[in-house]
């Protein structure tokens, strides 16, 4: 089992709807980050918490630590937003480590 | 002019090449990481990097080498390419343990 799960593995939407992606981790971890992959492109880090609830435009995560639970919402979704997100988490007790899950392929539709 | 800049970003070899990626960050970060990417496999760690004078293994290291030459440049090495190390290569920075990840856009490699 890996030690960081997401789902779903892929997901289409229409412009305009709410997208949520999930990640469940099994670890204890210090810190836990959302990427993003455009197709063909570099990976660009959007979100990096430990607790509670960030928002940057129209993209909120929420982590539950106790629940060992992380989502990221997509507000008003656009064809822009179409990418791979990546959930990643920094294990405790490890200072270099970071656990990758496999990602979530997200297509908006017009 | 981008945090983290990887060259070659597109490379086709041969096997038993030598082949190396660098990769440069305008960050003034301390830790610097190489990871390769497959299709359906995610992000896994090959070696990292806390200084200058510090290099680790990470979970994948065999068959490749590295090199921090100074705090802004570290490079990656496969001394003999083989075809099952085509993939796509990432280098990624931050500052300590908790910071922000700075990736670079990534460096394809083909062995035939």
């Known amino acids: 089992k890996n030690e960081v799960e997401q789902s779903p593995q892929n997901l289409t939407a229409q412009e305009g709807e709410f997208i949520t992606i999930n990640c469940s981790y099994s670890?204890?971890?210090?810190?836990l980050h959302w990427l993003q992959q455009h197709p063909g492109g570099g990976i660009v880090s959007l979100f990096m918490?430990?607790?509670g609830k960030k928002k940057h435009g129209r993209l909120i995560a929420t982590i539950n630590i106790q629940e060992k639970h992380s989502s990221l919402h997509i507000t008003a979704s656009h064809p822009r937003d179409s990418a791979v997100y990546i959930c990643?988490?920094?294990?405790?007790?490890?200072?270099?480590?970071?656990?990758f899950g496999k990602g979530t392929l997200l297509t908006v539709n017009p | 002019d981008a945090d983290v800049t990887q060259t070659p970003r597109n490379r086709i070899t041969k096997t038993g090449k030598r082949i190396m990626l660098e990769c440069s960050q305008t960050k003034g970060h301390d830790r610097m990481y190489w990871y390769r990417q497959d299709p359906g496999l995610g992000l896994r760690l090959i070696y990292y990097s806390f200084d200058v004078k510090d290099i680790n293994k990470g979970e994948i290291s065999d068959g490749y080498s590295v090199s921090r030459q100074a705090q802004a440049k570290f490079s990656l090495s496969l001394e003999s390419a083989i075809p099952n190390q085509t993939a796509l290569y990432f280098c990624?920075?931050?500052?300590?343990?908790?910071?922000?990840?700075?990736f670079g856009e990534g460096s394809r490699l083909t062995v035939l």
């Open positions: 990643a988490v920094s294990v405790r007790g490890s200072n270099y480590k970071l656990t």
């Open positions: 918490l430990s607790s």
């Open positions: 990624a920075t931050t500052n300590g343990g908790f910071g922000e990840l700075f």
């Open positions: 670890v204890g971890i210090s810190a």
